[in-house]
């Protein structure tokens, strides 16, 4: 008997293919059910967008998460109270003839009562503020936008229909005085009421922006603790004074719009109307 030879582990071997002859099923080059089978280059578009992709995965997973979307700790108390202590200074600088019918030291004597009141809820840092702490900043700000308004319209109207004045520095102090006042008002606005609040701010509870500052486009060009705080609304209210538009800081909320278009009006008609009666009396 002939001794059955043992199997190829290499698997059964075909003659190599002659010219003109197809390779067999099962090898490169073969015939597929619809024709021949042809390899596709890979797409380097492909290869670009997969690494961007990894690369950006991989970025997100090591950048922590920005100060502004997680709990810290409330800012410090100090600036807002030096700010609204300048305000009520400003205020009772102003002429008497602009602070009528109203005693001329009632309402800072009011606003310096509630400011008070909000230091020693919140002496260092802001960080409890209940319905009446709440109540209260509401209304110490609505207090100096009232009393600052009405400086506001009785400049104007002594501008337009009051007696003509000689002179020009006593003008451009009241005015200056009145638009630095409206300055530091809306800067609280903006303050009191951007994702809640400063305490709401505080512990992360808003994701949603009513203003966007440019480290939260770009959170790469920011430290890590960054959040916005009360001299960024102050920065931003000078420049929405000035400006009459917004610069750095988008507006995406519709109130925050809207108050932003009311002080460029504003600041606009005060500065308009108290330069240009200045120059024409100007010798």
Request: net charge positive; hydrophobic share 50%.
């Amino acid at each position: 008997m002939t001794q059955a030879e043992p199997p190829d582990p290499a698997g059964p071997q075909h003659p190599a293919p002659g010219p003109g002859t197809p390779p067999p099923p099962g090898m490169p080059g073969a015939p597929g059910r619809f024709g021949p089978r042809v390899r596709r280059a890979v797409d380097p578009w492909q290869l670009w967008l997969r690494r961007a992709e990894q690369i950006a995965a991989s970025r997100a997973q090591s950048m922590p998460i920005p100060a502004w979307m997680r709990k810290t700790p409330g800012e410090r108390r100090w600036p807002v109270t030096l700010t609204v202590v300048v305000a009520i200074a400003l205020q009772l600088l102003l002429p008497s003839h602009l602070t009528e019918p109203l005693p001329r030291a009632l309402l800072p004597a009011l606003e310096g009562a509630l400011l008070v009141g909000q230091s020693i809820a919140n002496p260092v840092r802001i960080e409890h503020r209940g319905r009446a702490v709440r109540a209260a900043s509401i209304a110490l700000i609505l207090l100096i936008t009232i009393a600052n308004a009405a400086s506001a319209v009785l400049l104007i109207h002594a501008i337009l229909h009051g007696k003509p004045v000689r002179a020009a520095g006593p003008l451009l102090a009241s005015g200056a005085s009145i638009w630095a006042t409206n300055v530091i008002a809306f800067a609280l606005w903006y303050w009191e009421f951007d994702r809640g609040g400063p305490v709401s701010r505080a512990l992360g509870t808003t994701r949603h922006p009513d203003l966007l500052f440019p480290q939260m486009a770009s959170p790469e060009l920011a430290p890590p603790d960054w959040e916005p705080q009360f001299v960024d609304y102050l920065y931003l209210s000078f420049t929405n004074a000035t400006a009459f538009s917004p610069t750095d800081v988008m507006p995406l909320a519709r109130w925050a719009k809207l108050t932003m278009l009311v002080q460029s009006a504003v600041s606009l008609s005060i500065g308009a109307l108290v330069i240009a009666r200045a120059v024409n009396i100007l010798p």
